[in-house]
C-alpha cells in the first residue's frame, strides 16, 4: 500500500502545531508528511505501524517520526479504553525541521538536535524519567502561547537528543 501525503492545518505564521485529540479511531490512513512529530497516546489500544516497525500501542508511550516517515497508527475496536468508550486520546506537536531557519539546527549549540532528528527517520520511543518529564512539557506547550511555548519545544528537542 502506497503512503499517502498528509496536509498539516496549520497557519503560515506558525512553526509548531500541538493539538490534542481525542476521536473513536485514527482518522489518518497509511501517511507520510514533511513534519516531524512527536505524539503521546494518552489513552488506546491498537496497532502502530511507523516505516517497518509494528508494534501494539500502549499507553502514555512516546514516540517521534522523522519527516517523511509512513506510519499509521490503528486502534483495535474489540478493546475499549479504561472508560469503556474505546475513545483514542493523543497529544501531538508537529513541525517542519526548518522553522527556526534553514541552518538553525545545524548551529554547533544545537547538532544534538540535529542528530535527533537524523535519527528520529527510523522512529524512536522514548520510556522512563525521559518521557515523563516531555510529557509534563508537552502539556505545558499545549496550554501555551508566546515564546515560552517555543522555548519549551526547544527544551523538549534537547532533553530528547540527550537521552539513550
Known sequence: MKPVLEHL????????????????????????????????????????????????IENGELILIGKNLPHLRQRDKAHPDASGTGT???????????????????????????ALLKRAQRGIKFHGPVR??????????N???GIAVLMDVLSILDILAHSD
Open 88 to 114: 483514542t486520546r493523543t497529544l501531538e506537536l508537529k513541525f517542519k525541521e526548518d522553522f527556526l531557519g534553514e541552518d538553525f539546527f545545524t548551529l554547533k549549540e544545537f547538532s544534538h538536535i540535529e
Open 143 to 145: 496550554a501555551g502561547a
Open 132 to 141: 515523563d518529564r516531555v510529557l509534563t512539557i508537552l502539556n505545558r506547550v
Open 9 to 56: 492545518p496549520k497557519d503560515a505564521e506558525e512553526g509548531f502545531v500541538v493539538k490534542y485529540f481525542q476521536y473513536n479511531y485514527y482518522p489518518t490512513p497509511w501517511h507520510f508528511h514533511p513534519e516531524v512529530e512527536l505524539f503521546c497516546c494518552i489513552e488506546a489500544k491498537g496497532t502502530n505501524f511507523i516505516g517497518n516497525y509494528v508494534h501494539p
